[in-house]
């Protein structure tokens, strides 16, 4: 049981580091915005890149997870 523990505490700091990034990412991209208005193109690019390697999985796993949460929670408050 201490161990299954272990890897839930694992686990929950994993995905509060994922929610980290989605966080700074969405301020990024707003900042890319706001620059690009202002024809500084070089942080929208960036941006660019990044969103398949880096964002796309964060956001899958950031609803995977919610979604997991939100089932086996309801699984186990309907059994009580």
Same mark, same amino acid.
């Given at each position: 049981m201490e161990k299954a523990n272990k890897y839930k505490q694992l686990l929950d700091k994993f995905l509060v580091a994922n929610v980290f990034i989605l966080i700074l990412g969405a301020l990024? =991209?707003?900042v890319s915005i706001i620059l690009n208005m202002y024809d500084v193109q070089s942080p929208l690019k960036l941006f660019r890149v990044l969103w398949y390697p880096l964002f796309i999985p964060s956001l899958s796993l950031f =609803?995977?997870?919610v979604l997991i949460d939100t089932l086996v929670s309801k699984a186990l408050n309907s059994k009580y």
């Open positions: 990024y =991209f707003l =609803f995977t997870a």
